[in-house]
């Protein structure tokens, strides 16, 4: 795909993404390190990140297939909040934790029951974080199968949620990164190992 050659080298000339040893906020070590929120910075290439999302939905789902757009804070929000804009439907997001003031609510936004929702998130990992906002918003009887993500890290995510009755769909993840990279000779041979050894330990 075109864009995901552009978006990796892109993400990659920016310091988006950046290899070397990291530690990431679970305590995992990583050999590299991706920070989508920094794509909002540069409008043209957030708008081409938002519009490929869009056609993907277009495809997978379609557009009238689904009611609302659901996300998790902070980095999935921005991203479908962008997106809600562009394709003219209604956004709601759960809370980390409820609100321990006012309504003390954990989902904001106007749901009902039966309402069928679209998960949006920018990078996934082990689907945890994800995982307990899909739970909430099926407590809330909403309707919940598929989940959109920028960028897929392959550790797990895959499985925890198909075992959770959802699906993910990616524009691209974290090897087909490496591999452009590695083809236009951004990083090494090496680097590109360590990044499948990563991805297959899980």
């Given amino acids: 795909m075109e864009f995901v050659k552009e978006f990796a080298t892109f993400l990659y000339k920016n310091g988006i993404i950046q290899f070397g040893n990291f530690t990431l906020t679970s305590g995992k070590n990583s050999s590299y ?35 609302s757009l659901a996300s998790v804070p902070t980095g999935g929000l921005v991203v479908t909040s962008a997106l809600a804009i562009e394709i003219v439907k209604p956004l709601i997001y759960v809370r980390n934790k409820p609100k321990e003031h006012g309504t003390t609510k954990s989902i904001e936004g106007k749901i009902s029951t039966g309402m069928k929702v679209v998960m949006i998130d920018d990078v996934m990992t082990t689907g945890t974080s994800v995982l307990n906002g899909i739970r909430q918003l099926k407590e809330a009887e909403l309707s919940i199968s598929d989940l959109y993500v920028i960028i897929n890290r392959l550790e797990g995510a895959d499985k925890v949620l198909a075992d959770e009755g959802i699906q993910i769909h990616q524009l691209t993840d974290i090897l087909e990164i490496t591999n452009i990279l590695f083809k236009e000779k951004l990083v090494s041979e090496e680097m590109l190992e360590k990044i499948k050894n990563q991805v297959n330990q899980n």
Avoid: A
């Fill in 33 to 67: 390190y991706i920070d989508l929120r920094l794509v909002p910075s540069y409008p043209h290439q957030f708008r081409k990140m938002i519009k490929n999302l869009q056609n993907l939905i277009i495809e997978k789902t379609g557009l009238d297939n689904f009611d």
